[in-house]
T-cell receptor, first 114, second 113 residues
Framework: QKEVEQDPGPLSVPEGAIVSLNCTYS??????FMWYRQYSRKGPELLMY????GNKEDGRFTAQVDKSSKYISLFIRDSQPSDSATYLC??????????????FGTGTQLKVEL | EAQVTQNPRYLITVTGKKLTVTCSQN?????MSWYRQDPGLGLRQIYY???????DKGDVPEGYKVSRKEKRNFPLILESPSPNQTSLYFC????????????FGPGTRLTVT
């Protein structure tokens, strides 16, 4: 079983929809939770991060962490065609023997259609 | 512009022919890392470096070498590439070892025949 599970999609939604992307994990030591966005033929770029539990909002994006359920979510409101990308969750403990090693989900491919 | 650059972006080679993928960052970051991305497996760390002359293995180091002689550069070396090293490779850096944000390069798509 992988440490981080993420539905690969693809997920197709109409413009303006609310999108929910999710990851589950098994390692209770994970404390930093991140969402990366990866456009086709590009490297991942950090979208949001959350430390420990709770919610964080940034414009149309909201990240949620439920450590009791080992479940994290990214919500996108009023989705736009420019949001079409692959979304990767990533996480790590506070301190790692392996430096700043992130454990990634496999990514969910999102397409927002006009 | 702050960035991580990789070269080449695309490479097709044959089994056994040594190759180097370069990575350079202009942000004075301490931490650098190499990942490979494969369908269904996601991003997996190959090697990382916490500073000049300090490198260590990640999750999938077999068949790869790295060096960090200067802070800005972190080349990935495949001394004898094999077809199972066909993948999309990303270099990443962060300001400090404990920093949560990693900046990724544009990727190098490698095909080994």
């Amino acid at each position: 079983q992988k440490e981080v599970e993420q539905d690969p999609g693809p997920l197709s939604v109409p413009e303006g929809a609310i999108v929910s992307l999710n990851c589950t994990y098994s390692n209770s030591a994970f404390q930093y939770f991140m969402w990366y966005r990866q456009y086709s033929r590009k490297g991942p770029e950090l979208l949001m991060y959350t430390y420990s539990s709770g919610n964080k909002e940034d414009g149309r994006f909201t990240a949620q962490v439920d450590k009791s359920s080992k479940y994290i979510s990214l919500f996108i409101r009023d989705s736009q065609p420019s949001d079409s990308a692959t979304y990767l969750c990533a996480m790590r403990p506070i301190l790692t023997g392996g430096g700043n090693k992130l454990t990634f989900g496999t990514g969910t491919q999102l397409k927002v259609e006009l | 512009e702050a960035q991580v650059t990789q070269n080449p972006r695309y490479l097709i080679t044959v089994t056994g022919k040594k190759l180097t993928v370069t990575c350079s960052q202009n942000m004075n970051h301490e931490y650098m890392s190499w990942y490979r991305q494969d369908p269904g497996l996601g991003l997996r760390q190959i090697y990382y470096s916490m500073n000049v002359e300090v490198t260590d293995k990640g999750d999938v180091p077999e068949g790869y070498k790295v060096s960090r002689k200067e802070k800005r550069n972190f080349p990935l070396i495949l001394e004898s590439p094999s077809p199972n090293q066909t993948s999309l490779y990303f270099c990443a850096s962060s300001l400090t070892t404990g920093g949560y944000e990693q900046y990724f390069g544009p990727g190098t798509r490698l095909t080994v025949t």
